[in-house]
């Protein structure tokens, strides 16, 4: 995203970062009022360091965000990998500590991380630029590490003699077993300034405790005397768990039906340290060979992660076989109370599972709990010893967090929690931080030295050739069947981003013709036809809209070579339309799994397929049937107050987000009105020019809803927010999406004479420059990214269509609901603005 005015005539990042100092800085993001002149940078500002980016951290909760960690990747901020000079972080005058991390223990540092406080309301606006000199020394605040013997030897199953030396790798000896003291405090530990964790590095596979008394490190001091004295209290806390034979705080292990079976019939087990560092610290252990169940072998590899200021730790397990029944528990100790947080939520939110009660070996009140997705989550249950949350693995892995809070932890600025009432409302505030983080507006040096060019239809064109070819480097191969889709982490299906996408590389091909871009098209769509006609992974009695949206790119193909298997499959797409369920006045479901509801989304996904097969299929096409989803729309849907439309109408008035009285939802959400500007112009192609009167009909409804679009645009971006007429709501954001689709369809509008110039050419240019300096995200190897795409929103199953809802939903880089219309938005530019040339 963009933090600062792009305007023509903007100050470059270098001048910038000499312009922010604790004078300026309270007008961080305004355009300045001076001439060129006088913001020039004096000789000196050669010497200063080179900038790298600006960001905007907001926050979109109702409580402030403590020690908030922000993690920007190399990749994101323009740099190459493997990026070795240090980068500082600065809020004003105060410089922020910074840490280079190997986030994903690849062993090779790929970006920074620091920590923020964001009050309610608050938005912080930072610099990032090459340190000119060493970060002061600051507070280590997090730890992992495991220490292991030498100098002595083994008897049988103990280790005697010696002394502790800390390594960064251990393979695990054969001889090693529990109580084998050879191991100090029996694995890797890891804490942060509130709590630390050790994981038994042998068959029991337990998580425990470490209560802290103090916010210093402490386990480097910790079971030095070759026993396990930690269980008694010190100055620095105490082990503060029974884990018996249980998983202990966190643990993972396999579900059997009944019972939780540990990681314990493993072959070799070896622990990595990946970070020990100021404010994040990471350890990975490798379970070779284990066995979880008869005729079951699997390796298992984990890592664990925590941040300065916070009590929980990220766990990413993966395993290198298919094992569904993966777990994530508790130990289950009797007299405490079993927490369980709202199931009844969109998948993507955070919710979790918890115990409290005098469960601390020193009988103090301790709170343990696990959190993940709610679609991570297959079910909740419990043994005689756990209480368990069973994980749906995506591509063979799983993430989620576990967190412990004991009564007697050091005094904070983050707690004591003693009670249950402080432990739950904890669990609700890191549930909805992992569900929505803080909002970011990242404005990096190598984009807008890409971007602040005078704008062209070369230019235009050049920038979806590239997001084009940076997709096709990166995933677009992968939409095939048989493929995984990397942004929904699932096999690739028959669906409408699919065809969207291929429709996309389709027109950009017609105008910048390539033998990639065809070839893609053909991969893609041809591995879904099978020689018969049948299309794989479609299932037609799902009733699904959306499937019906890929036949879009198949008409076409049709069309250009009259293969038979093509025809077969369009039909079976079109029969699928003829006995879809209705409404009462006729306009499709949006599923059948959403009876009687009709969303925005789906007259997009079905209408111009529609027009298409009946223009090309029959010599009297039905284009009463075609208007039909839009008059219910435009009748139905539409505030009359602003017109705006809303997302969803629910003829039932049953759904949980449908008004009682009208059956409506209750926002204006922006890509849903994107499907709708993008379904106009798009089904006009095939209304014959006979058909004057239906025309005219979807003609009036684009230049009734071209000034109403055209009033929500962000003045200072040209783009738009997630829910279009609440720009700068707490939580709300510009939102790339919903842009780019507006963007086209104002620009295919003025190409197609649907609305006049002297009117909405201007509007068009600015959005079309505002996708460019707000989302386009230029990376050192020369790809590029769209950023800010809210990845999806419907409603029901847990969505319950409330503002908050549609804050919740994850923000994605390179979504294809954004990737597709950027590139065919970037082709109608390239035409409009060649015609004005």
Not at 392 to 415: C, I, L
Not at 750 to 765: C, E, I, M, R, S
Not at 785 to 810: H, K, N, W
Request: negative net charge; aromatic residues 10%.
């Amino acid at each position: 995203m963009k933090l600062f005015d792009q305007s023509k005539s903007k100050l470059g990042l270098n001048a910038i970062a000499f312009a922010l100092t604790a004078a300026t800085l309270t007008a961080c993001g305004e355009k300045s009022a001076q001439s060129p002149e006088e913001t020039a940078a004096p000789a000196a500002e050669a010497e200063k360091p080179s900038a790298i980016a600006t960001l905007e951290l907001s926050n979109p909760s109702a409580f402030p965000r403590l020690d908030e960690a922000v993690y920007l990747s190399y990749y994101e901020l323009g740099l190459k990998a493997g990026f070795a000079s240090p980068i500082a972080v600065w809020n004003q005058a105060e410089q922020i500590p910074v840490q280079a991390i190997d986030k994903d223990a690849d062993g090779s540092k790929d970006g920074i991380i620091f920590t923020v406080d964001v009050a309610v309301d608050e938005t912080l606006k930072l610099r990032i630029a090459e340190a000119d000199a060493p970060a002061d020394s600051v507070a280590k605040r997090t730890q992992a590490e495991i220490s292991h013997k030498v100098g002595g030897e083994w008897k049988e199953r103990e280790y005697l003699g010696g002394s502790f030396q800390n390594v960064s790798t251990l393979e695990v000896p054969k001889e090693h077993t529990d109580h084998s003291w050879y191991i100090r405090y029996e694995g890797p530990g890891i804490e942060s300034d509130l709590v630390g964790y050790r994981v038994y590095l042998d068959w029991r596979n337990g998580f425990d405790i470490f209560g802290k008394s103090t916010q210093e490190p402490v386990l480097q001091g910790v079971g030095q005397d070759g026993f396990d004295s930690y269980h008694e209290p010190a100055d620095w806390g105490m082990d503060i768990l029974k884990v018996g034979s249980a998983v202990g705080v966190g643990g993972y292990g396999y579900w059997d039906g009944e019972k939780v079976i540990r990681v314990s019939d493993v072959q070799d087990w070896r622990a990595e340290i990946t970070e020990n560092g100021d404010l994040y610290s990471a350890f990975k252990i490798d379970y070779l060979g284990w066995k979880p169940v008869d005729g079951v072998e699997t390796d298992l590899s984990a890592q664990l992660s925590m941040h300065a200021g916070s009590r929980l730790v990220e766990v990413n397990a993966k395993t290198s076989a298919e094992l569904d029944n993966l777990i994530a528990g508790i130990v289950n100790h009797k007299g405490t109370e079993l927490i369980v947080g709202d199931m009844d939520i969109t998948g993507h939110a955070y919710t979790y599972i918890g115990t409290y009660g005098p469960q601390s070996l020193d009988g103090a009140n301790l709170g343990m709990a696990v959190l993940a997705k709610r679609k991570a989550i297959k079910e909740t249950t419990s043994d005689e010893h756990n209480q368990v949350a069973i994980l749906k693995p995506a591509d063979k892995e799983v993430q989620y967090y576990f967190v412990a809070a004991w009564a007697n932890e050091v005094e904070s600025r983050h707690g004591p929690i003693t009670t249950k009432a402080e432990f739950e409302t904890y669990l609700e505030q890191e549930a909805e931080k992992l569900t929505m983080p803080l909002r970011q507006r990242l404005t990096t040096a190598a984009s807008e030295a890409e971007t602040d060019k005078p704008l062209s239809a070369d230019v235009a064109l050049d920038w979806s050739k590239r997001l084009a070819d940076s997709e096709l480097e990166r995933k677009t191969l992968d939409y095939r069947f048989g493929g995984y889709d990397h942004i929904r982490k699932r096999p690739s299906y028959f669906e409408y981003t699919t065809g969207m996408v291929m429709q996309a590389y389709d027109e950009l091909n017609q105008v910048a013709p390539n033998a990639r871009y065809a070839d893609a098209v053909q991969t893609v769509m041809g591995s879904f036809v099978n020689e018969d006609g049948s299309i794989n992974g479609y299932v037609q009695d799902k009733y699904n809209i959306d499937s019906i949206r890929a036949g879009t790119m198949l008409l076409r193909m049709y069309e250009r070579n009259n293969d038979e298997s093509y025809k077969k499959a369009v039909d079976t797409l079109f029969e699928q339309l003829e006995h879809h369920p209705r409404t009462s006045a006729g306009a499709f479901w949006h599923k059948k799994r959403y009876p009687y509801q009709v969303w925005l989304d789906g007259v997009y996904m079905g209408i111009p397929f529609l027009a298409h097969y009946e223009q090309l299929m029959h010599e009297q096409p039905n284009v009463d049937e075609v208007l039909a989803e839009f008059k219910l729309v435009n009748e139905v849907l539409k505030d009359p107050e602003t017109g705006l439309f809303y997302h969803a109408w629910d003829e039932k008035r049953q759904q949980v987000w449908a008004d009682k009285e009208s059956g409506l939802s209750g926002y204006h959400w922006a890509r849903g009105m994107g499907w709708l500007a993008m379904a106009l112009v798009d089904v006009l192609d095939f209304i014959p020019e006979e058909n004057a009167e239906q025309r005219q009909y979807l003609l009036d409804m684009i230049a009734e809803i071209a000034p109403v679009i055209e009033k929500y645009q962000d003045p200072e971006t040209g783009t738009w927010w997630q829910i279009i007429d609440k720009p700068g709501e707490r939580g709300n954001y510009r939102e790339s999406t919903a842009s780019t689709m507006f963007t086209y369809f104002y620009a295919k509008a003025l190409n197609q004479g649907y609305l006049p110039k002297d009117k909405y050419l201007g509007t068009a240019k600015k959005a079309y420059q505002g996708l460019l300096d707000e989302f386009v995200q230029v990376h050192a190897d020369g790809t590029i990214s769209i950023t800010d795409m809210c990845q999806v929103a419907g409603l029901g199953f847990g969505r319950d269509g409330s503002y908050e809802y549609y804050m919740s939903e994850p923000i994605y880089d390179d979504d294809p609901k954004g990737t597709a219309p950027f590139i065919t938005s970037g082709v109608e530019m390239y035409k409009l603005l060649k015609s004005e040339s």
